[in-house]
Every structure is written in C-alpha cells, then in structure tokens.
C-alpha cells in the first residue's frame, strides 16, 4: 500500500510471503488492520513505513523469519490487542517512530526481543550508524504481555541518535507484564535512558 489514505484491511489471512505480507509505504495515513492472520513470511509479518495514524488491533502474527511488526517512520498510531508471537526476531522492531501507543499486545516467545527500540539505520555494514537524532521516541507501552522473549525491550541507540539529546521525549512502560525474560537492555551510562518504567 503506497500513499494509501482511509484503507480497512480486516480479517484476513496472509502467510508464506515472499516479504513482508502487509506493507505500508511512501505517507500512508490512517490505514487499519483489523483482525487478520499473518505467519510464515520470509521476511516480517506486517511492515508499516512512512505511515501515520495507523491502527493495528487484534491480529495474530506468528512465526515470520524476521520480525512479526516492522515500522519505520510510524507515528501517532495506535497497536492494540495483537499477538506477536514466535517470530525468529523481534516482536515488534521500531526505528524512527514516534508517539505511538502500544496497548493490551502480548509478546511471546519471540527469539530475540519482545520490543525492539531503535534509530533509522544509515550505514548497514559494520560498523553500523544511523541517521542524527533518528532515535524513536514518545512511545507509550501499557498492559502489554511480554513473556518467553530472550529479552522484553531491547534499546538500541548510537552515538549520531542518542537518548541524551536536549528534548528527547523517553519511551515509556506503564503496567506491562514482563515474564521469563530480562525486562530491559538500556546503555544509559552513554547514550542515555531511552525507555523509563512506571508501575
């Protein structure tokens, strides 16, 4: 979906995708994806980039080789009520977004993060740096499930997007439930505490 505006994709059931099997792209605003099925894909699950005021509730997505939710530049939007689950990378992988609310989604058993926090990546080859001031921010995570992940919230900032930045708005977890996993891995001594925690 490229520039797309008001678009209503629901109860749909997608899998075994060459790439990621819904995608948003190139300013699309106000999409939603409601209820569907989305597994097995070679790449992620969904994959929302350039995209504002998205909403995702109540899809399961499962066992996709990269992550089950990829955003790249999301903003404003709301993710509820979706199962994240069994997917080889991350959960949700997040650069470059801002003030979106994640709420009532459970992350489980994905291999490597539940939620991963980053910036938008610039140089691929390592040593890898990302765009300036890139880090994702304003982000909001409540009555989340995050259980059975090899790590709840990974943060991954560097030195051109650090979380020290004058007005850096900090991601934050509010009554999350974090099971079976190490709840965080933040590099604060450096670059700055990127997610705080509430309750």
């Given at each position: 979906m490229r520039a797309g505006r008001n678009v209503v994709l629901r109860d749909l059931e997608v899998s075994g995708c060459r790439s990621a099997c819904l995608l948003t792209e190139r300013?699309?605003?106000d999409v939603s994806m409601i209820g569907?099925?989305?597994?097995?894909s070679v790449w992620d699950g969904i994959s929302l980039n350039r995209t504002a005021r998205a909403r995702i509730t109540g899809n399961v997505v499962r066992g996709n080789t990269a992550s089950g939710i990829t955003a790249e530049?999301?903003?404003?939007?709301v993710l509820e009520g979706n199962v994240l689950e069994g997917n080889k990378t991350h959960g949700i992988y997040l650069a470059d977004s801002?003030?979106?609310?994640f709420a009532g989604n459970h992350f489980v058993r994905n291999v490597l993060s539940g939620v991963f926090l980053t910036c938008a990546v610039r140089v691929r080859e390592p040593p890898v740096a990302c765009w300036d001031g890139s880090m994702s921010a304003g982000n909001t995570f409540s009555r989340n499930?995050?259980?059975g992940n090899?790590?709840?919230?990974t943060l991954a900032p560097?030195?051109?997007a650090p979380c020290t930045a004058p007005g850096f708005a900090r991601n934050r977890s509010d009554g999350d439930h974090i099971a079976h996993n190490p709840r965080?891995?933040?590099y604060p001594e450096r670059l700055g505490t990127c997610l705080v925690f509430g309750d």
């Open positions: 300013d699309t605003r569907n099925r989305v597994d097995g530049h999301l903003e404003d939007s801002y003030r979106n609310r499930e995050l259980t090899r790590i709840a919230f560097d030195d051109r965080s891995e933040p």
